[in-house]
C-alpha cells in the first residue's frame, strides 16, 4: 500500500509558478516530508523539507496544512532546467526504522519554452 | 560538500552469479542506504544500514544482502543474481535525522 501519491506528470510553461501536491493520508506524527529532485542518469537531489506550516529556501516553499495529509511544493518561475521528476518523501527519525521511509513514484515535471 | 560514490555507472552480469554493487561516501555519515529505482514504481528501499555491522530491511530484501564493515562503506551482494533484478541502484546516506545525500546510481543488467 503505497504511503504517498502524486500526479504522474505536469506541464508548465517557463516563468510560471508550479505547484506539486503530494497525499500522505497516513502519515505519522514524527514523520517529516522531504521533497527530491532529480535528473535523468542522476541520483535524487534534496530540495526542501518539512514539519508542519510553511518552509521556503532559495529555491522553493513547502506547504503543509494542519492535518498534514498532504504537502505542496512550490517552485517560483520555472525555467527549462527544472525540467526533472520530483519525488516525495514522507518518513520518520530513523530511530524508529528505516521501513517507515516512503518515497512516492514522483512527478515528472516538463517545463516548455 | 558530500560525495557519494557508486563503484560501476553500469554493469552487465549474468543470471546465477554473485554480483557487488559498492557505495563509499566522504562525509562520516552514519546512515547508509541502498534503493532500487523502476519505471512507474519510484525509489524503493532494499536495505538501510544505521552503523558499521549493523542493517535493518527494507521494503523488498529479498534476493538480497548488505555488508557494511567500514562507516564509508556499504555494499549490496546479489548472491545469486535474476533478471528480475535488472534495475537502476541508488546509494544513499546522511546523518540522522537529515536529508539523504545520493549517489548517481548504476544501471545492473542480467542476462
Known amino acids: 500500500l503505497a504511503k504517498t501519491t502524486q500526479p504522474i506528470s505536469m506541464d508548465s510553461y517557463e516563468g510560471q509558478e508550479v505547484n506539486i501536491t503530494c497525499s500522505h493520508n497516513?502519515?505519522?506524527?514524527?514523520?517529516?516530508i522531504t521533497w527530491y529532485q532529480q535528473f535523468p542518469s542522476q541520483g535524487p537531489r534534496f530540495i526542501i523539507q518539512?514539519?508542519?506550516t510553511k518552509v521556503t529556501n532559495e529555491v522553493a516553499s513547502l506547504f503543509i496544512p494542519a492535518d498534514r495529509k498532504s504537502s505542496t511544493l512550490s517552485l517560483p518561475r520555472v525555467s527549462l532546467s527544472d525540467t526533472a521528476v520530483y519525488y516525495c518523501?514522507?518518513?520518520?527519525?530513523?530511530?524508529?526504522?528505516?521501513?517507515?521511509?516512503?518515497f512516492g513514484t514522483g512527478t515528472r515535471l516538463t517545463v516548455i519554452p | 560538500d558530500v560525495k557519494v560514490t557508486q563503484s560501476s555507472r553500469y554493469l552487465v552480469k549474468r543470471t546465477g552469479e554473485k554480483v557487488f554493487l559498492e557505495c563509499v561516501q566522504d562525509?562520516?555519515?552514519?546512515?547508509m542506504f541502498w534503493y532500487r529505482q523502476d519505471p512507474g514504481l519510484g525509489l524503493r528501499l532494499i536495505y538501510f544500514?544505521?552503523?558499521?555491522?549493523?542493517?535493518e530491511k527494507g521494503d523488498i530484501p529479498e534476493g538480497y544482502s548488505v555488508s557494511r564493515e567500514k562507516k564509508e562503506r556499504f555494499s549490496l551482494i546479489l548472491e545469486s543474481a535474476s533478471t528480475n533484478q535488472t534495475s537502476m541502484y541508488l546509494c544513499?546516506?546522511?546523518?540522522?535525522?537529515?536529508?539523504?545525500?545520493f549517489g548517481d546510481g548504476t544501471r545492473l543488467s542480467i542476462l
Open positions: 544513499a546516506s546522511s546523518l540522522t535525522d537529515q536529508p539523504q545525500h
Open positions: 497516513n502519515i505519522a506524527t514524527n514523520d517529516y
Open positions: 518539512g514539519y508542519k
Open positions: 518523501l514522507v518518513g520518520a527519525h530513523l530511530q524508529t526504522g528505516a521501513n517507515n521511509l516512503f
Open positions: 562525509m562520516d555519515h552514519e546512515n
Open positions: 544500514s544505521y552503523d558499521v555491522k549493523m542493517k
